[in-house]
């Protein structure tokens, strides 16, 4: 199945709620993807000139989104997890535009997970830090309005008090070589103006 930017093998992983607060650490160990990945980039340029729409904001907020039920109800029992698309719904509030075009102060970005009370627990662990988000416009009837990561491993770059934070989740999310891992540790302004100077016309 694709999802996400995901063609899903394996479930969301019920991690318990990292001890060490609400940074993008936390948030991301409590929505692991496991599967191969649809998109994937060798560079930030790449990266960026590849997404609709990038931003940096912060999550303002997690919310139950939209679920989809691939199989007929009464075949639910043996579908099990693999019958449904769930979706979290963070609503990301808008610091700047650095490519693409929106004139929303909030964009609706949607999350894969299997069970619903990862909701509850990605509520609890929302970074206060800002990030850099490389998004998908979702297409489709009533998908219009939803926005995705590219893919989970490589679609945003967090800030932890001012420094870039890459963590390693998802498809491909522990490869050594991906050119996020360069970017850990560097000034997270810096990072946004060399995006911005990417994506300038």
């Known amino acids: 199945m694709l999802f996400a930017g995901i063609a899903v093998t394996a479930v969301v992983l019920n991690v318990p709620r990292v001890s060490n607060g609400s940074d993008w650490a936390s948030f991301w160990s409590t929505l692991r993807i496991s599967g ?30 939209r679920e989809w039920v691939a199989v007929e109800p009464e075949l639910v029992d043996v579908a099990g997890d693999f019958a449904y698309a769930r979706f ?67 679609g945003s770059v967090g800030s932890d008090n001012g420094k870039a934070l890459i963590t390693r989740v998802g ?20 990072i946004v103006a060399d995006v911005e100077r990417l994506l300038e016309p």
């Open 36 to 65: 191969t990945e649809a998109e994937h980039y060798d560079s930030i340029g790449q990266l960026a000139q590849s997404a609709d729409l990038v931003v940096v904001g912060r999550i303002d907020s997690i919310e139950r989104g």
């Open 88 to 154: 979290a719904l963070a609503t990301i509030s808008v610091d700047r535009v650095l490519g693409g075009a929106t004139d929303r102060a909030t964009v609706p970005v949607e999350f894969l997970i299997i069970s619903w009370d990862q909701v509850d627990r990605l509520r609890g662990v929302i970074p206060h830090d800002p990030a850099i988000f490389f998004l998908r416009q979702k297409r489709g009837e009533s998908s219009d309005e939803f926005y995705r990561l590219v893919n989970i491993s490589q």
């Open 171 to 190: 498809a491909g999310g522990d490869a050594d070589d991906d050119f996020l891992t360069d970017l850990n540790g560097q000034n997270f302004e810096g």
